[in-house]
């Protein structure tokens, strides 16, 4: 288990506002942490099969800026919109760095402890299914390859993480790799 002052020592501190990138509208995502019987997650998300952008994949709750809040606000708003954690029950711990997506967004991360007593209800319009992510399977580099997405072997290899059926890939496998890297 890492506790939280560990994780704010390897962290950069929570993104207070979002830096704008031309050309890219703003977004953010919550790295819900999550610690059961001493053993750490990340919880994902799975994307409905039939949503219009990212059908299926695996997924951080987050998603665009709406008015003028920042990238804690967005993030946490988002994930309660998505998969039911109440703000009130995330301690913000830092962030990561942005990055850009192909759908011509700037992702701001956040990174949050789930406080206990953990009651998800995922959104059955954006939402297939919420997973604990085990810590030490993100972190094993002898479970990372390097691979086109499936749904398009025409483009560039990119990381891919296999696991009990899911297989994790794209931005979000960049974050999670980025926030592995600094562990």
């Known amino acids: 288990m ?32 999550l610690t059961r019987d001493g053993e750490d997650f990340l919880l994902l998300t799975r994307r409905r ?35 039911g954690l109440q703000r009130e029950r995330v301690l913000v711990l830092g962030g990561l760095p942005p990055r850009a997506s192909i759908a011509s ?12 007593d953990l009651e998800l209800r995922p959104d059955p319009r954006e939402v297939a299914s919420v997973r604990a992510w085990p810590l030490a399977v993100l972190r094993d580099p002898s479970r990372w390859v390097e691979r086109p997405p499936a749904s398009d072997p025409s483009r560039r290899a990119m ?25």
């Not at 939280?4 to 830096?19: I, K, S, Y």
């Not at 299926?56 to 309660?80: F, H, K, M, N, S």
């Not at 990381?159 to 592995?180: I, K, Q, S």
Request: proline share 10%; with cysteine.
């Open 105 to 116: 967004y700037w992702v701001h991360v956040v990174v949050g402890r789930v406080l206990a």
């Open 2 to 33: 890492i506790d939280d002052a560990r994780l704010r020592a390897v962290l950069d501190p929570p993104p207070a506002a979002f830096h704008v990138k031309p050309g890219l509208r703003l977004a953010a995502v919550l790295v819900p942490w």
């Open 49 to 83: 099969d039939d949503q219009p952008h990212h059908p299926g994949q695996i997924a951080l709750p987050g998603g665009a800026r709406e008015g003028d809040e920042d990238p804690v606000a967005c993030a946490l708003r988002e994930c309660e919109e998505e998969i």
């Open 159 to 183: 990381p891919h993480l296999d696991w009990e059926g899911e297989t994790l890939w794209g931005l979000t496998a960049r974050f999670v790799m980025d926030l592995c890297a600094r562990l």
